[in-house]
């Protein structure tokens, strides 16, 4: 009867383009507690890269970062990077489950650059209120006898009830087939068991949004790329990404003040964009950094105007997450440029963890805000 079952725990592993994050969480009383976690410096490139090269560097990272992190679970839950998926909000009017299906293909056709043959296409309809509770949720491996399909097919609509008048909303997302069987030949040659793949927005809307349903606006600052996320209603409506992220930042620094990346490295950190040092490094760097800063500042623009130009509601406050979301003076200056609330992420703030971890999870939290709400799936 499994008096004595042991809990069921999973891994959230967070394959970015500069390094590897785990982070395992079990179920405590309705509560997602945390088993361990672990970093791992390690350059991939799922999107582009041969699946036997990438797999040389990334199975060797995957079973040193499990092995020093002592994890105990081998289910796995993966995110597809945003920059390589294409998302889109349609609207249909009411029809039957099978032109539905039909109808939504049409549409992804629109906006999808790339021939569907190629692409793994998921939804989910938003319009809760037009439809039963059977929905299933988007964008996800499901597991089956300890396989992963590595085709997601048109899940089982939820029925549509009563007569309502108006259109139906639907979120819609594709990813390139050789990405999807990328994640999955990894993990299973690695020996885990990938039970679900998502896109990096969920991930975040779970870990650092929660049941806020206002409208939210979450950016990535990642190594190579930000992303740049609205959310409402707990569903990413929005989500565009910029090749720009911290390792542009230092490459800049570095190349402008001739210095190697290393110490590049440690002056963004110390002085970021606080305008107050002194010294020579600490005036150019500022000026540096806040030119580079300002070409997010103009993507996150773009995002604004175009989720004004769809809802009535305002964007409420702004929160950040990834590696350089520290970066001295950056939340006030956002906050002062964008005359919004800026807040740095907390990923643990629905996690219960040792008190004594505190400060350190603290420190890292940014960076984890994507492997923190892959191993929520499966819990919350």
């Given at each position: 009867?499994?008096?004595?079952?042991?809990?069921?725990?999973?891994?959230?592993?967070?394959?970015?383009?500069?390094?590897?994050?785990?982070?395992?969480?079990?179920?405590?009383?309705?509560?997602?507690?945390?088993?361990?976690?672990?970093?791992?410096?390690?350059?991939?490139?799922?999107?582009?890269?041969?699946?036997?090269?990438?797999?040389?560097?990334?199975?060797?990272?995957?079973?040193?970062?499990?092995?020093?992190?002592?994890?105990?679970?081998?289910?796995?839950?993966?995110?597809?990077?945003?920059?390589?998926?294409?998302?889109?909000?349609?609207?249909?009017?009411?029809?039957?489950?099978?032109?539905?299906?039909?109808?939504?293909?049409?549409?992804?056709?629109?906006?999808?650059?790339?021939?569907?043959?190629?692409?793994?296409?998921?939804?989910?309809?938003?319009?809760?209120?037009?439809?039963?509770?059977?929905?299933?949720?988007?964008?996800?491996?499901?597991?089956?006898?300890?396989?992963?399909?590595?085709?997601?097919?048109?899940?089982?609509?939820?029925?549509?009830?009563?007569?309502?008048?108006?259109?139906?909303?639907?979120?819609?997302?594709?990813?390139?087939?050789?990405?999807?069987?990328?994640?999955?030949?990894?993990?299973?040659?690695?020996?885990?068991?990938?039970?679900?793949?998502?896109?990096?927005?969920?991930?975040?809307?779970?870990?650092?949004?929660?049941?806020?349903?206002?409208?939210?606006?979450?950016?990535?600052?990642?190594?190579?790329?930000?992303?740049?996320?609205?959310?409402?209603?707990?569903?990413?409506?929005?989500?565009?990404?910029?090749?720009?992220?911290?390792?542009?930042?230092?490459?800049?620094?570095?190349?402008?003040?001739?210095?190697?990346?290393?110490?590049?490295?440690?002056?963004?950190?110390?002085?970021?964009?606080?305008?107050?040092?002194?010294?020579?490094?600490?005036?150019?760097?500022?000026?540096?950094?806040?030119?580079?800063?300002?070409?997010?500042?103009?993507?996150?623009?773009?995002?604004?105007?175009?989720?004004?130009?769809?809802?009535?509601?305002?964007?409420?406050?702004?929160?950040?997450?990834?590696?350089?979301?520290?970066?001295?003076?950056l939340t006030s200056f956002l906050s002062q440029t964008l005359n919004l609330r800026v807040f740095i992420g907390d990923p643990w703030a629905r996690i219960v963890y040792p008190v004594e971890l505190k400060p350190a999870l603290n420190e890292i939290g940014p960076s984890y805000a994507v492997s923190v709400g892959l191993a929520m799936r499966e819990i919350v």
């Amino acid at each position: 009867m499994g008096f004595f079952r042991k809990k069921q725990s999973y891994l959230g592993i967070d394959i970015g383009t500069s390094a590897i994050k785990l982070t395992e969480l079990e179920s405590e009383r309705s509560r997602p507690k945390l088993v361990t976690y672990g970093f791992l410096e390690q350059e991939t490139d799922l999107l582009h890269g041969d699946i036997e090269e990438q797999k040389q560097k990334i199975l060797p990272a995957l079973k040193k970062i499990y092995k020093a992190s002592q994890a105990q679970s081998d289910k796995v839950v993966a995110a597809l990077p945003s920059y390589a998926v294409f998302s889109s909000i349609i609207q249909l009017p009411v029809m039957s489950k099978k032109d539905l299906a039909s109808a939504i293909r049409w549409e992804a056709n629109k906006f999808v650059p790339i021939p569907l043959k190629e692409m793994v296409l998921d939804w989910k309809i938003l319009d809760e209120e037009m439809v039963s509770t059977e929905n299933t949720p988007v964008e996800t491996f499901e597991d089956s006898g300890g396989a992963v399909d590595p085709t997601l097919q048109p899940h089982s609509l939820p029925t549509i009830v009563g007569k309502p008048t108006k259109n139906i909303k639907i979120l819609i997302t594709a990813a390139p087939k050789n990405l999807v069987n990328k994640y999955v030949e990894i993990f299973r040659t690695g020996g885990l068991q990938l039970v679900s793949l998502e896109t990096e927005s969920f991930a975040l809307e779970r870990s650092l949004i929660g049941h806020d349903k206002s409208a939210i606006m979450v950016i990535d600052i990642g190594a190579s790329a930000t992303n740049i996320n609205v959310m409402m209603n707990s569903i990413p409506i929005i989500s565009r990404s910029i090749d720009l992220g911290g390792n542009t930042i230092t490459k800049t620094i570095s190349n402008s003040l001739n210095i190697d990346h290393v110490r590049a490295e440690q002056f963004k950190r110390d002085i970021g964009l606080n305008t107050s040092k002194s010294g020579t490094a600490g005036t150019q760097i500022p000026s540096r950094i806040e030119f580079l800063i300002n070409s997010i500042v103009n993507e996150i623009r773009y995002v604004m105007n175009m989720y004004q130009g769809q809802h009535d509601k305002d964007i409420e406050k702004v929160i950040l997450a990834g590696g350089s979301s520290w970066l001295p003076n950056l939340t006030s200056f956002l906050s002062q440029t964008l005359n919004l609330r800026v807040f740095i992420g907390d990923p643990w703030a629905r996690i219960v963890y040792p008190v004594e971890l505190k400060p350190a999870l603290n420190e890292i939290g940014p960076s984890y805000a994507v492997s923190v709400g892959l191993a929520m799936r499966e819990i919350v």
